[in-house]
Structure formats: C-alpha cells, structure tokens
C-alpha cells in the first residue's frame, strides 16, 4: 500500500515567522511531488511542485526533495494569517495514470497575528 | 487553469438513495478525475474517466457503486449508488492542469451527507 504520511497538526506559528511542513512517502520510485493548499470548505488549490532533489523557491514558498530519505518539505517564509490552511502533500502514483496523485493526511497550520 | 463546475454543490440524501454529480470542464479534456475526500481524511482517487472508453476504477472502487459517465471532451457524471452513511463525503472533480504534466486543478466539490 502506497502511503504519504504528514503530521495532522496543528501547527501554530506567530505572523512573520518561518512554517516547516513535513511529508515522507513509502514509494522509492516516486517521481513527481506536489504541495496543495486548502482553505476550509474550498478545493485544494496547487502551490508548488518539484521534480529533482534539492530546493525549488517560489515567492514565499520553499520545496525541498531529498528522495533518498523519502521526504519532501514546504517552507514558508513570513508566514501571514492568510497562509491558515491544510496543506496536503501529494506524491504521484508511479505506473499510474496522468493524474493519478496520493494524498496525505494534511497538515493544519494556523498562523497568529 | 482549467475552470470546472461542479454540481449539486451540496445535498443531504436519504439512505438507499442514488445521486448523480456532474462536472463541466470550460476546455477539452482527455482524462478526468474522480476523488472523494471522506472526513479527516486524504483525497483518494475513485476513478479516471476517459471519454470513449470505461472509466478505469481504482483498488476499492467498483462500477457498480461508482458508475460514471465521459459523453464527451467536457463533461462527466458520477453517481453514488445505494448511499449508506459511509457515503457522506466530499467528491471532487479534477482535470490535469494546462500549466503542467500532472498538475491537477479541481473542481469546488460536492458535499454529500447522507442520512
């Protein structure tokens, strides 16, 4: 069974700081990995994705890879209240179809004014 | 991105009961994509639906419980058959994105509570 595990939260960060969401996944030969936010009672929506081990930046957000350990992260820098969301991680089915994404949990961040 | 309709945008059904939710997509899709995300859990994935061909069912999903529909490039339908309590969930519908291989955009979902 092919799994994607996050701490349920939540996490609870003051306004301006740095949030630090964790993911790891069971499948070694996964391949393609994907940050989602969703605010409560919307559809995620995409923040970032990342292909290659290492650190992809965009804005605020840092995604980082490292596949030998299985794990991806999210950074956000000055987090801002209206970063309060779950942040699903998702990790591509490998031999599945286009499309095809595992889901974790998601992880609850508040961020405090 | 993709814009997608989903409706009805929530329902409370009774138990036994069938409801059929739909999805139009604003642009011609090859695949769509089924997912329900049950309460405190992860989106799972149903099912793809491909136009022309039977929707490919994932482990734990069957046809029977799950019929869908792919009548053309834009549209699709899901129904929930036979609802049990087990059912209440939020289904989402879901295209791969034009901003990149994999990369989903996902419709508003449907709420479903079944009674």
């Known amino acids: 069974q092919k799994e994607v595990e996050q701490n349920s939260g939540p996490l609870s960060v003051p306004e301006g700081a740095i949030a630090s969401l964790n993911c790891t996944y069971s499948d070694r030969v996964s391949q393609s990995f994907f940050w989602y936010r969703q605010y409560s009672g919307k559809s995620p929506e995409l923040i970032m994705s990342i292909y290659s081990n290492g650190d992809k930046e965009d804005g605020r957000f840092t995604a980082q890879l490292n596949k030998a350990s299985q794990y991806v992260s999210l950074l956000i820098r000055d987090s801002q209240p209206s970063d309060s969301a779950t942040y699903l991680c998702?990790?591509?089915?490998?031999?599945?179809?286009?499309?095809?994404?595992?889901f974790g949990k998601g992880t609850k961040l508040s961020v405090k004014p | 991105s993709a814009v997608i309709s989903q409706k009805p945008s929530r329902d409370i059904c009774q138990r036994g009961t069938s409801l059929t939710i739909q999805c139009q997509v604003d642009?011609?899709?090859?695949?769509m994509f089924w997912y329900r995300q049950q309460p405190g859990q992860s989106l799972t994935l149903i099912a793809t639906?491909?136009?022309?061909?039977?929707?490919?069912?994932e482990s734990g999903f069957v046809i029977d419980k799950f019929p869908i529909s792919r009548p053309n490039l834009t549209f699709s339908t899901l129904t929930v058959s036979n609802m049990s309590p087990e059912d209440s969930s939020i289904y989402l519908c879901?295209?791969?994105?034009?901003?990149?291989?994999?990369?989903?955009?996902f419709g508003a979902g449907s709420r479903l509570t079944v009674l």
């Open positions: 642009s011609q899709v090859t695949m």
């Open positions: 639906a491909n136009q022309g061909s039977e929707a490919t069912y």
């Open positions: 879901s295209v791969v994105s034009r901003s990149g291989a994999n990369v989903l955009t």
């Open positions: 998702a990790v591509l089915n490998y031999g599945g179809s286009q499309g095809n994404l595992i």
